[in-house]
């Protein structure tokens, strides 16, 4: 679940409910999303998702409609809200366990023990065309041990990570690529 900064939209995602399935059979699981306007209380038709997904937040460069960004294993999609649609995606192998966004595009994946950083600023460009990769991280800091969960200030500049451990934050200078400090809680 996933609301608009202006609190006008809940991005709700879910498993798609079947029949005749019996209880605890996750076979076949179907992932849908749906956009709820939270002034009017109508739902769009949730739309299914190919791709299973581990984390999401909301992207909202300034200016700009925001889009549901949404981690899966291999990637991490993009998806336009009035109407849901996929945008676009980047791609972003291994395991994507948690994501952030802040600044005007900057996107925070949590890999284990380490924080990768999507700039869109910083992709390779040949004559100003994007060039294609085979992940489109452009930067990634090492952690002291594997992040749960991780959030982003909203001018991008700072990133925060909650250890596996749950008692341990780092703070990360996201322009520098490195850790600031580590503080238990």
């Known amino acids: 679940l996933e609301v608009t900064r202006d609190g006008g939209r809940a991005c709700v995602i879910g498993v798609k409910p079947q029949t005749g399935r019996r209880r605890g059979d996750d076979s076949n699981r179907q992932w849908i999303l749906t956009v709820v306007d939270l002034v009017t209380g109508r739902a769009t038709e949730p739309m299914l998702l190919a ?9 909202a460069p300034p200016g700009s409609e925001p889009k549901l960004l949404i981690a899966a294993t291999d990637r991490i999609a993009a998806y336009s809200l009035d109407p849901p649609g996929t945008s676009w995606y980047y791609k972003s192998p291994g395991e994507n366990m948690a994501i ?8 925070a994946i949590l890999r284990g023990g380490t924080l990768a950083i999507i700039d869109p600023a910083r992709r390779p460009r040949i004559e100003g065309r994007l060039q294609l990769t085979d992940d489109d991280v452009t930067s990634t800091i090492d952690l002291d041990s594997a992040g749960l969960a991780v959030a982003m200030s909203d001018d991008g500049a700072v990133a925060a990570v909650l250890h596996e451990d749950r008692l341990t934050v780092s703070v990360i200078d996201v322009a520098a690529g490195k850790v600031m400090g580590t503080r238990g809680l």
């Not at 952030?100 to 996107?107: E, S």
Request: without cysteine; positive net charge; aromatic residues 0%.
């Open 51 to 59: 791709l299973v997904p581990r984390a999401v937040t909301l992207l």
């Open 100 to 107: 952030a966004a802040g600044g005007a595009a900057l996107v």
